[in-house]
């Protein structure tokens, strides 16, 4: 029987797509779902053309009720992968998928995590530093922002002249590269 694994997403989805992609002709992995706060969210679009089902969901639903759990439960999902999602993980979710719950984040934690610090903020707020490198984090999610434990760190340089869009795009690139393949090594291990 295969894997399972769920995407929350609030965005474009472009590592939404790369796991998409990754998992499309895997034998014992597949990506089952994909949720997201955001109706206009161009991940459904990408859900979609994959033809993975897909979940929109509104604050009520996900902090005041069980029944995200309880449709990730029904759906016999194993493992769940943020990317690019905004909100805060309750905590009964994170007790649902204990050790079974990841994130990717565009620096190197600790630097340029916490509240507010997502997509463009946080390349925005690593420019400003004249920081002279960037990186990307995949950490497991607990109930605060960017604070789980690290699996994975990777750097890239940032040269005199990057703009934001350079910035960005190196950060991407090195998400796209690195987040399936991590997603699969966590995902072989776990007992289904
Ligand atoms: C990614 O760069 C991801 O690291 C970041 O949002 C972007 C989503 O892009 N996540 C965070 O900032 C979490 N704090 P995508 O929708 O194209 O995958």
């Known amino acids: 029987m295969k894997k399972r694994i769920a995407i929350f997403a609030s965005g474009s989805g472009s ?5 998409m992609e990754h998992f499309k002709r895997s034998n014992d992995i597949e990506i089952s779902l994909v949720l997201t706060n955001n109706a206009d969210a161009y991940v459904l679009q990408r859900a979609d053309n994959f033809e993975i089902p897909s979940h929109i969901f509104d604050k009520q639903e996900f902090y005041k009720t069980e029944e995200i759990i309880d449709l990730l439960k029904n759906l016999d999902i194993d493992f769940i992968v943020l990317a690019g999602f905004l909100w805060l993980i309750p905590q009964n979710l994170i007790a649902a998928y204990p050790g079974r719950i990841i994130n990717i984040h565009p620096a190197i934690l600790p630097k340029f995590g916490g509240k507010g610090m997502y997509g463009d903020h946080v390349h925005h707020a690593v420019m400003a530093a004249g920081e002279n490198e960037g990186g ?7 109930e605060n922002y960017d604070e789980g434990e690290y699996i994975y760190q990777a750097k890239y340089k940032i040269d005199k002249g990057d703009n934001l869009e350079m910035v960005k795009f190196k950060g991407q690139q090195l998400e796209h590269l690195h987040y399936p393949r991590i997603v699969e090594t966590l995902v072989k291990k776990i007992k289904k």
């Open 15 to 19: 590592n939404a797509q790369k796991l």
């Open 136 to 142: 990307i984090t995949i950490h497991y999610v607990d």
